[in-house]
């Protein structure tokens, strides 16, 4: 079964700095999707990014990229210029070929004004 | 992507009593999941509904404790039967489409209190 890891219950980030939430997970498969979402505390889940396995360039959404090392079985989300909005429970999820999705732990993010 | 509305979004029930949770797409969608999520924690999956049949529940949810209706392709329903206070938690609804590479879309969740 495929695994999902979070390391990182809890960052923190200065108001218009860089951060990075790490995720690791592990699979069999070759194809594959992976995704970053956003949940504030309104609940509702928002998509942040997504990653499709067979592409090696790594995707970008404005303020947001991940870093997509395959090999090493890592996807992490780097937030550049860091704003108050972006205070939230942010889940590392994986879709498998057989459409599950497997979920991180999830880290809590900290905006510093 | 699809928006999926779901309700209540909150509700406190008393114990022994049951809660039917709604939600409603406004797209067809494949697949449609119930996910369970503690504050501040991961989502559990409940069960995968599924279009005319019963549907596949995991490890540790059993249908009579959980009964979910999926009766098409844009419209699912999660009881939360004879319930205890260990059955407050938030509960989410979600779906994907049939592209591989979509994501999946959720409902607002609804916040379930057990008194």
């Known amino acids: 079964a495929q695994t999902v890891t979070q390391s990182q219950p809890e960052m923190s980030v200065q108001e218009a700095e860089t951060v990075t939430l790490s995720c690791t997970y592990d699979t069999s498969e070759s194809d594959y999707y992976l995704f970053w979402y956003k949940q504030p505390p309104s609940r509702q889940m928002i998509l942040v990014i997504r990653?499709?396995?067979?592409?090696?360039q790594n995707a970008t959404e404005n303020r947001f990229s991940v870093n997509f090392q395959k090999a090493a079985k890592s996807f992490s989300l780097k937030i550049s210029d860091s704003q108050l909005g972006d205070a939230a429970m942010y889940f590392c999820a994986y879709r498998s070929s057989g459409n599950q999705f497997y979920f991180g732990t999830g880290t809590s993010l900290t905006v510093i004004p | 992507s699809a928006v999926i509305s779901q309700k209540p979004s909150r509700d406190i029930c008393q114990r022994g009593t049951s809660l039917t949770i709604q939600c409603q797409v406004d797209s067809q969608v494949t697949m449609m999941f119930w996910y369970r999520q503690q504050p501040g924690q991961s989502l559990t999956l409940i069960a995968t509904a599924n279009q005319g049949s019963e549907a596949t529940y995991e490890s540790g949810f059993v249908i009579d404790k959980f009964p979910i209706s999926r009766p098409n392709l844009t419209f699912s329903t999660l009881t939360v039967s004879n319930m205890s206070p260990e059955d407050s938690s938030i509960y989410l609804c979600s779906g994907i489409g049939a592209i591989p590479n979509t994501e999946a879309f959720f409902g607002q969740g609804t916040r379930l209190t057990v008194v």
């Open positions: 990653q499709e396995a067979y592409k090696q």
